[in-house]
């Protein structure tokens, strides 16, 4: 289910507009569900929007998991950089 206030996966390198809205329309709305994904979730989600393997050459399961753990703060500690 939509939660009632979605995070901002824009957060999250290489996730725009078109990218979250297309997440969105897959039922994908939180930086908990990116971080849990597996190897076979990544690859489902890499072929559906045709990226070539750019979910894991950008890291975004660490992303979401930073994001998750503790926001823009844990994000700034695992990276050295504030997200986007």
Known sequence: DKPETPDDLQLISG???????ILHGLG???Y???????QN???WVDSY????GRIDRDD??????ALADGGEAEYIRVFGKKPR
Not at 15 to 21: H, L, R
């Open 15 to 21: 996730v725009g507009p078109k990218i979250e809205g």
């Open 28 to 30: 994908i709305y939180t």
């Open 32 to 38: 908990a569900q990116v971080a849990g994904w597996q």
């Open 41 to 43: 979730e990544r690859n």
């Open 49 to 52: 929007l045709n990226f070539k």
């Open 60 to 65: 975004w399961v660490r992303q979401a998991k």
